[in-house]
């Protein structure tokens, strides 16, 4: 489509595009109607140079909708910003989300959207993955689409917040870790495409089926996600952000410079039941 208020790049064929000529501290309704036409056509939009504080960063999330307060991660609530999550990593702490996986699928409502600015990045390395959940549904023969929107999984934290040696405060007990129920593929309210939505940080299992058949199909749908066709990837700066749709996407982070110091800051918004 044609843009007047901005310029729009594409990154790479499945997703992804670079969005210039905008600062998003002082955002007018016709440059936002445009960056949001082109949020639904390429699923995740970078901006560079965006001397962004909290206050800007919150701002912009709300331009799309509510923002979420996530119930585990670290952020910013004692500065007044409960809903800014801060990543951190270092040579003492090299932690990073080197899973593929969509922001807390476990709630009955999954957020829509999630915005990343890059506060301090490596010199190399580090980079964030994302890739099309609409292209890897695509790409499913015709019966194994049927079939795949047959099913549902639950989604829970077993594996991931829940554990007893993950770095929070927050927990919730072992035998009652947050959950729902999501149908394996999704159909985006606003495009009308269909995407899947299973992921293996939080999937744990296909309703109905036995343990090694859940496996199974999981394990398939888990490595197919990944094919390189589906994905981009975004070279990090300092001032970067990232804007990109839970609801037919999955990230992850590139875990090959561990000793560098890393803080991003991140903000998610609210969403809707999967369908």
């Not at 910013?76 to 080197?98: I, L, Q, Y």
Request: overall charge negative; glycine content about 6%; charged content about 25%.
């Amino acid at each position: 489509m044609t843009y007047r208020r901005i310029s729009v790049t594409p990154v790479a064929g499945a997703l992804g595009a670079e969005v210039s000529g905008v600062d998003l501290r002082d955002l007018d309704d016709e440059s936002f109607r445009e960056i949001d036409q082109a949020w639904m056509e390429h699923q995740v939009l970078f901006f560079r140079d965006q001397n962004l504080e909290p206050e800007h960063h919150k701002a912009f999330g709300e331009r799309i909708g509510p923002l979420q307060v996530h119930a585990f991660l670290q952020n910013r609530g004692s500065e007044g910003h409960p809903e800014v999550v801060v990543f951190e990593s270092n040579a003492d702490r090299p932690f990073v989300a080197s899973g593929w996986h969509s922001d807390v699928s476990f709630l009955e409502t999954p957020p829509m959207a999630s915005v990343l600015r890059g506060i301090e990045v490596p010199t190399h390395g580090g980079d964030t993955m994302w890739a099309s959940m609409y292209a890897a549904y695509e790409a499913l023969s015709d019966k194994m689409q049927r079939l795949m929107s047959e099913l549902q999984a639950v989604h829970d934290t077993a594996a991931t917040f829940s554990r007893g040696a993950y770095p929070s405060e927050s927990k919730a007990p072992a035998d009652r870790p947050p959950s729902a129920l999501h149908p394996v593929v999704r159909t985006h309210p606003v495009t009308g495409r269909k995407a899947l939505y299973v992921n293996s940080a939080f999937t744990r299992k296909i309703k109905g089926m036995s343990l090694p058949e859940s496996q199974a199909i999981l394990g398939f749908l888990y490595h197919h996600m990944a094919t390189p066709e589906f994905t981009v990837r975004f070279r990090w700066q300092k001032n970067s952000l990232a804007l990109w749709d839970n609801r037919c996407t999955q990230h992850r982070a590139v875990a090959d410079n561990l000793q560098a110091n890393r803080r991003m800051e991140r903000v998610t918004i609210e969403g809707e039941r999967p369908v």
